[in-house]
């Protein structure tokens, strides 16, 4: 079956652009989350799924990011104005259940955003 | 405000070598802690997931083991291999959330052929 799919991969973007990043979970999941990996660092948490309602945005850096799951599969990460320390690996990750702590997430293979 | 840490930040290494990365927490009210292999350009892969009433876990040459009062996971990887080369990362689940993964910044290792 297929894994976690981000797209697109690479993306570069001019300061001030909008950018919109692609998640599609592994069908059936019903728990979706998005991280932020700054270069040599680990990954944050920005943002929780649990199908369409967006239980948890507490990790959303300003109000220039918005996050929507409105099918309660594919999600998109959007980024307004973006500025050079936007820049970073964003990860996608979903898991079947509910947000329990025994759940396993299973992580997507990221999007590299450049702002120049 | 847990906070999770790695040393070393890098480590080069012979094949062959035994070696111990560290992780280190600052709230020991946690459900989990987890390792992860990151390779460049790929996600996350769990290497090993240790429940919090758990001392160690084992798969293959890899052993995780855990300290909850002093705020500690190590991972110990036997006889290195070139292919173990990527960035190993530690990732807890704190008790104020039972879904959020909270990373250290990972450790880079080199296994030299």
């Known amino acids: 079956g297929a894994g976690v799919s981000q797209s697109p991969r690479y993306k570069v973007a001019k300061r001030g652009q909008d950018v919109a990043l692609r998640c599609d979970p592994i069908?059936?999941?019903?728990?979706l989350f998005w991280y932020q990996q700054a270069l040599g660092q680990g990954p944050e948490f920005l943002t929780y799924f649990q199908n369409e309602a967006q239980l948890d945005k507490s990790g959303l850096p300003s109000d220039r990011f918005f996050a929507e799951r409105p099918e309660g599969s594919v999600s998109t990460l959007k980024i307004q104005r973006t500025q050079q320390e936007d820049s970073a690996v964003y990860l996608c990750?979903?898991?079947?259940?509910?947000?329990?702590?025994?759940?396993?997430?299973?992580f997507g293979p990221g999007t590299r955003l450049t702002v120049l | 405000k847990q906070e999770v840490t790695q040393i070393p930040a890098a480590l080069s290494v012979p094949e062959g070598e035994n070696l111990v990365l560290n992780c280190s927490f600052t709230d020991s009210a946690i459900y989990n802690l987890q390792w992860f292999r990151q390779d460049p350009g790929k996600g996350l892969t769990s290497l090993l997931l240790i429940q919090s009433s758990q001392r160690e876990q084992t798969s293959g040459r890899l052993n995780a083991s855990l300290d909850k009062s002093s705020g500690r996971s190590t991972l110990y990887i036997a006889a290195s291999q070139p292919g173990d080369s990527a960035t190993y990362l530690c990732a807890l689940k704190g008790m104020d959330s039972s879904y959020k993964l909270i990373f250290g910044s990972g450790t880079r290792l080199l296994v030299r052929p």
């Open positions: 069908s059936g999941h019903v728990s």
């Open positions: 990750a979903s898991s079947l259940g509910t947000g329990a702590s025994t759940d396993t997430q299973y």
